[in-house]
C-alpha cells in the first residue's frame, strides 16, 4: 500500500505539518520479489532526522523533493484533508492518453457482462443439477412409499 507518511508532535500545536511522499515513484513492496527492507526507510529516516521526539531540524526539499512543510492554514484550506500530492508519479498513466470514458465504461461493462453470464450459466447447471436429483429423490420416496 502507498502512503504519505505526515509528522506531527505531541504536546505542541500545530503550526506546520510535514508530509513525506511515500508514494509517488515508489515500487510496490511484495513478499517474495521485492520485501520490505531497513533500505526503504532511509530517506524518510533522513529526513525525519535523529531526534525521536520530532525536534531535529528538518528542510522542505520543495515540489521535487519528498519532504514538504505545510502551514495549518494551508491544511485547512484543503478543508483539513491530509491527502496532499505535488509529485508526479510515473508509474501512472498519463490522463491526455486514457481512452474517453464511455469507452472505458462500455469496456468495464462487457468484462462485467462475462463474468456475471459465467456466473449465471454456472449457478443455471447447479439449479438444473438439483431440479433433476430433487426429483429423483421424490421419485424413490413415492417409489417405496407406494
Not at 11 to 34: C, H, L, M, Y
Not at 40 to 69: I, M, V
Amino acid at each position: 500500500m502507498k502512503a504519505n507518511v505526515i509528522f506531527f508532535q505531541k504536546g505542541r500545536s500545530t503550526e506546520d505539518v510535514w508530509i513525506f511522499d511515500a508514494r509517488s515513484n515508489v515500487p510496490g513492496i511484495t513478499k517474495k520479489d521485492r520485501p520490505l527492507t531497513a533500505q526503504h526507510f532511509a530517506e524518510f529516516e533522513k529526513a525525519y532526522g535523529k531526534d525521536p521526539n520530532g525536534l531535529s531540524k528538518r528542510t522542505d526539499t520543495g515540489e521535487a523533493g519528498r519532504f514538504r512543510k505545510f502551514h495549518v492554514s494551508e491544511i485547512k484550506e484543503r478543508g483539513y484533508k491530509l491527502d496532499v500530492t505535488w509529485l508526479k508519479d510515473d508509474s501512472l498513466e498519463d490522463a491526455d492518453e486514457l481512452p474517453e470514458p464511455q469507452d472505458l465504461a462500455a469496456e468495464a461493462i462487457t468484462e462485467l457482462e462475462a463474468v456475471v453470464g459465467e456466473g449465471l450459466a454456472k449457478v443455471r447447471e447447479h439449479l438444473l443439477w438439483v431440479i433433476q436429483n430433487h426429483f429423483q429423490v421424490c421419485n424413490l420416496i413415492h417409489e417405496r412409499l407406494s
